[in-house]
């Protein structure tokens, strides 16, 4: 355990792991695909509500139960990979039918929800949604937990931040302008129901790309008998399902951590939520498409400050960082409100330049570059946690690591989906939701800023205030390690 600001003296030293670039690299893809099919369900209100003719409050209501569920699912998942050491790895099988279950329910949710009977609609919704969300957690349990065994090089687990932040925003960026511009452009609405037959393709081919890529990346470090090694110098290898509660009860840097992504996570899903994005770029700003444009230019300046934020964590640790970050990203975001709230957004252009559009251009690449960071940066952390559990009770238990962090990380992803749907059922918007051809009204004006700004604030600065008694700094992670190995954990 920690006290105070030292770390207790530890019954295992763990051995240094190092892993190649390329590696790291690839394994990141795993989290880029399941952001693919994140990034195309944040629009599934639209074919629910304007395709399958389901309200505005009962698609909120049932996303924000879903999410809880994909949330229950994480604890069981996280005990099976624990408890997995086939002769095809540990992690390996589950982000290759992750994928596969993920891209079934997809498909059949976007072909044919619409399809049934009007009365059945509602249960094959949540049948089918059920089935995505098992697909989902399967893949993402190894994106939090199968960074352990990629590396536990303090200089290199900021990498998985570099690489995750910039796939995640690639990702997102291009999904994005695929929608706003292309398909948008192509097919008029989100009314018609081939804009969302394309994209769903389109995510399923593109996930499996990054879905293989990412297993030949984990594939050298996924292998029985490194954790034959763990088990046989770990004290207590038998790890049973009552274990977790002495492990969280005694493990006080998770429990920091997993607080401090919830309220990250939670400010996300609600500036990153498409019907808040629709309000913003769509009726504030009054160009949609240049939400996916202006996401396109940014990206080699967020490139740049992501890769600044990397180079600091390498030098300063990762909790340094995150903190730095999240302070970013409440400040510059306060500026961005009293943009919203002081100027005409209007004015905002990509082809008549003025000091509006040049003050938003500069504001919307520093938060989208130091929210990459904030964002990214808690996924290493977690291995981190994994190394300090298996240093100090000898249990390795890298799925209940990322399947606790999950658990709360998608609770308040729920959170977060249902306040927004809520509050706009509240404000009048419980039939149809804000369109892109819908005028500013004050109340849609206040509401956006709210969304985009209030919200977020509020919770980055909860998050900063947990932080403070997360102990896990970089002196305090090398101490978890031994100075020299003549041999690696998992080998290159």
Avoid at 93 to 116: E, H, K, Q, R
Wanted: net charge positive; charged share 15%; aromatic share 14%.
């Amino acid at each position: 355990m920690i006290i105070g600001d030292k770390l207790e003296s530890k019954k295992l030293l763990l051995k240094q792991n190092k892993a190649h670039i390329w590696q790291i690299a690839f394994f990141s893809l795993n989290n880029t695909s399941t952001n693919l099919y994140l990034a195309m369900m944040g629009y599934v209100s639209y074919y629910a509500n304007g395709i399958a003719g389901i309200g505005v409050l009962a698609i909120s209501v049932i996303l924000t139960a879903m999410r809880v569920f994909d949330g229950v699912t994480d604890p069981i998942i996280g005990y099976i990979i624990d408890k997995t050491n086939s002769r095809f790895g540990k992690f390996r099988p589950y982000i290759l039918s992750g994928w596969f279950i993920l891209a079934i329910a997809s498909y059949l949710l976007y072909t044919f929800c619409d399809l049934v009977p009007g009365f059945l609609r509602i249960p094959f919704f949540i049948l089918v949604y059920s089935l995505y969300i098992i697909g989902y957690t399967l893949q993402t349990a190894v994106v939090k937990s199968g960074q352990s065994v990629i590396t536990n090089d303090v200089g290199q687990r900021p990498m998985i931040t570099f690489f995750d932040s910039t796939f995640i925003m690639l990702a997102h960026g291009l999904t994005a302008f695929y929608v706003s511009v292309y398909l948008i452009g192509k097919y008029g609405s989100f009314s018609n129901k081939a804009l969302f037959r394309e994209f769903v393709i389109s995510v399923i081919i593109l996930s499996f790309i990054c879905t293989v890529m990412a297993i030949v990346g984990i594939w050298q470090k996924d292998k029985s008998e490194v954790y034959i090694k763990l088990e046989e110098s770990g004290h207590r290898p038998d790890i049973k399902f009552r274990d977790y509660i002495s492990i969280l009860r005694h493990n006080r840097p998770i429990r920091m951590l997993v607080m401090a992504a919830a309220s990250n996570k939670f400010a996300a899903m609600v500036y990153s939520n498409s019907t808040v994005l629709v309000m913003f770029f769509g009726i504030m700003i009054g160009n949609y498409a240049i939400a996916g444009i202006i996401g396109l230019i940014v990206g080699l300046p967020t490139l740049l400050i992501i890769s600044l934020g990397i180079r600091m964590a390498k030098k300063m640790g990762q909790k340094k960082v995150f903190i730095i970050s999240t302070w970013a990203c409440f400040i510059f975001q306060g500026i961005m409100m009293l943009m919203m709230i002081f100027c005409d957004m209007r004015m905002v252009s990509l082809t008549s330049f003025n000091l509006i559009s040049l003050g938003f251009i500069a504001l919307f690449a520093i938060l989208n570059g130091t929210k990459s960071i904030s964002n990214n940066m808690i996924v290493p952390m977690i291995a981190d946690c994994t190394d300090y559990e298996y240093s100090m009770s000898g249990r390795f238990v890298p799925g209940l690591m990322g399947a606790l962090f999950s658990f709360v990380d998608k609770s308040f992803s729920a959170l977060g989906t249902g306040v927004v749907g809520l509050v706009l059922t509240f404000a009048g918007y419980s039939k149809v939701l804000p369109a892109v051809n819908d005028e500013l009204s004050p109340t849609l004006k206040v509401l956006t800023i709210v969304f985009y700004c209030a919200l977020p604030m509020a919770s980055w600065l909860f998050t900063i205030f947990i932080m403070k008694y997360y102990k896990l700094d970089r002196k305090a992670i090398e101490r978890l390690y031994e100075a020299e190995s003549s041999e690696e954990v998992v080998k290159k």
